[in-house]
C-alpha cells in the first residue's frame, strides 16, 4: 500500500460506540454508531459536539466494531459524507454489516451504501439522488420541497425535543408526514 493510499484509508472519528437507533425508520433497533468528525454546514441548531476526534485506520474501525454483536452500522456524524468512500463500505459489507448513513445531502455518496437517511438543511443544496428516507429536524422552515424528495419515508423531528407540539399539529395537518422523536434523548441513552 502507498502513502496516498494509507493517508485515504485514515478516516477522522469522534466515537464508535454502541447503542440504540433512536430516530427514524430504524428506531429501536441495536447499531454500532460510527461518528465521524467534521461538518460541511454550521447548523445553529446541531446538537453535536463533533469537530474533535482521532484518525483512524479502516482495520481499527473494522476491528472496533467488530466487538458488537448487531450488523446494523450507522455513519453518523458530523457529515459522514466527508470521510467514507466505496472501498470503505465494501470492507463493512464483508463483515457482514449493514450499512445506514445520515447525510445532509449536500456530497455525493458511495453507491453501495444499504439505506440512505437525507437529513436536509435549508438553503443547502441536496446532490444526491438516491435516499430511503428523508428526516428533517423541523424549525418551522416550508417543508414542501422536502415532501417531493425521492425518498418512501418523511420525517419530521422536533429540535432537541422542544417543539413537539407544533411537530403534532403540523403533521395532523400535513399527514404525508411522519413523527421521528430522539427517542435516544427520551430514555437517556447515547
Aim: contains cysteine; negative net charge.
Amino acid at each position: 500500500m502507498n502513502q496516498n493510499q494509507t493517508q485515504r484509508s485514515m478516516r477522522k472519528i469522534n466515537q464508535i460506540f454502541y447503542s440504540l437507533q433512536g430516530e427514524g425508520y430504524h428506531t429501536g433497533k441495536a447499531a454500532v454508531f460510527i461518528r465521524f468528525s467534521g461538518c460541511n454546514l454550521k447548523c445553529s441548531f446541531c446538537d453535536t459536539e463533533h469537530e474533535e476526534g482521532t484518525l483512524m485506520s479502516d482495520e481499527e474501525i473494522i476491528r472496533t466494531i467488530s466487538a458488537y454483536p448487531s450488523n446494523l452500522v450507522v455513519l453518523t456524524g458530523g457529515e459522514p459524507a466527508l470521510w467514507i468512500d466505496e472501498e470503505f463500505i465494501d470492507l463493512l459489507h464483508k463483515e457482514g454489516k449493514y450499512i445506514c448513513i445520515e447525510t445532509n445531502g449536500t456530497r455525493k455518496l458511495p453507491a453501495n451504501i444499504d439505506w440512505v437517511t437525507c437529513s436536509p438543511k435549508e438553503g443547502a443544496p441536496i446532490c444526491i439522488d438516491r435516499m430511503d428516507e428523508v428526516k428533517v429536524v423541523y424549525l418551522g422552515q416550508d417543508l414542501s420541497s422536502y415532501i417531493n424528495l425521492p425518498a418512501k419515508h418523511h420525517y419530521i423531528q422536533p429540535c432537541s425535543c422542544r417543539n413537539t407540539p407544533e411537530i403534532v399539529e403540523y403533521i395532523l395537518q400535513h399527514p404525508e408526514w411522519q413523527l421521528s422523536l430522539q427517542t435516544h434523548k427520551l430514555i437517556d441513552i447515547p
